[in-house]
């Protein structure tokens, strides 16, 4: 790899490369020391192709989630199995792996706009401004999109298309129509326990111990030709397990919880 060498967004991939050598070494121990990151499913990972993937989850932090998931894919291809053991894996990294992230969140200060030169695709929301839902929808910035296409033609993209770290948001349509329209291989993750051992943005550890989940399942099956919107939408919703009707076999208790915590997340934010 030359020294120079850029990626289609012209990052340098030998910067990019020493900054995932960097940030793994930094958070390794907050997924497999200080607390647990329980892994399942990572033989996907390695049947995999090199481009078009696009991986759908859940979303609990702004950061420790996509971190966890470079940790996660590089250690899969590397040869682990469901564990992410001996941090060598991260030695050559996979640098085709890029995640979509609001552009207001990754402008929001140095370490973010470092974070945003390992992969992120910045898009701005129009649901959503300065940390407040917007009263009127914006349009949609074509750039964004075909900076997705871009990401997707050149590696994996990772999405959280809820666009929220709240619990059972709906799904934007958005996502589903970057699946009809690229036919990616959709990799459903579920993941669990982020929002109990960190802060909202994911930088900060907030309780130690913690049990982390994180289950990668089987690429959805869809109709690219025949499917609607709608429809994808729910295959979505259905696969991180955040459809309405998952509400239904969750504890009482556990929904009360949860909600306590949202309304002291308004407080401190």
Do not use: C
């Amino acid at each position: 790899m030359g020294l120079f060498k850029r990626n289609p967004f012209g990052h340098i991939l030998y910067l990019k490369k020493w900054l995932i050598r960097i940030f793994a070494a930094l958070t390794h121990r907050r997924y497999r020391g200080f607390n647990e990151l329980q892994i399942e499913g990572s033989e996907i990972i390695k049947t995999l192709p090199d481009t078009n993937v696009l991986f759908i989850s859940n979303h609990q932090t702004y950061f420790a989630d996509v971190v966890a998931m470079f940790h996660v894919f590089n250690a899969s291809l590397s040869g682990r199995e469901d564990n992410i053991k001996n941090l060598g894996y991260i030695w050559q990294p996979k640098l085709n792996i890029y995640y979509v992230a609001a552009k207001e969140t990754m402008e929001s200060g140095l370490l973010p706009r470092i974070l945003s030169y390992v992969g992120a695709i910045t898009v701005e929301r129009t649901w959503r401004a300065g940390g407040k839902d917007v009263t009127e929808k914006r349009d949609i910035n074509p750039n964004d999109t075909e900076n997705i296409k871009i990401a997707l033609e050149d590696g994996w993209v990772i999405t959280f298309p809820q666009g929220t770290t709240k619990s059972f948001n709906p799904v934007r349509k958005g996502t589903a129509h970057i699946i009809k329209q690229h036919k990616p291989i959709v990799v459903p993750i579920v993941i669990d326990g982020f929002r109990r051992s960190f802060d909202k943005k994911g930088l900060r550890m907030k309780k130690k111990n913690i049990l982390q989940s994180f289950i990668i399942k089987e690429p959805l099956h869809i109709d690219y030709e025949n499917d609607t919107i709608e429809q994808i939408v729910e295959k979505v919703e259905f696969a991180i397990e955040q459809h309405p009707s998952f509400l239904k076999v969750i504890p009482a208790e556990a929904i009360e919880e949860q909600e306590k915590l949202n309304k002291l997340r308004q407080w401190e934010y």
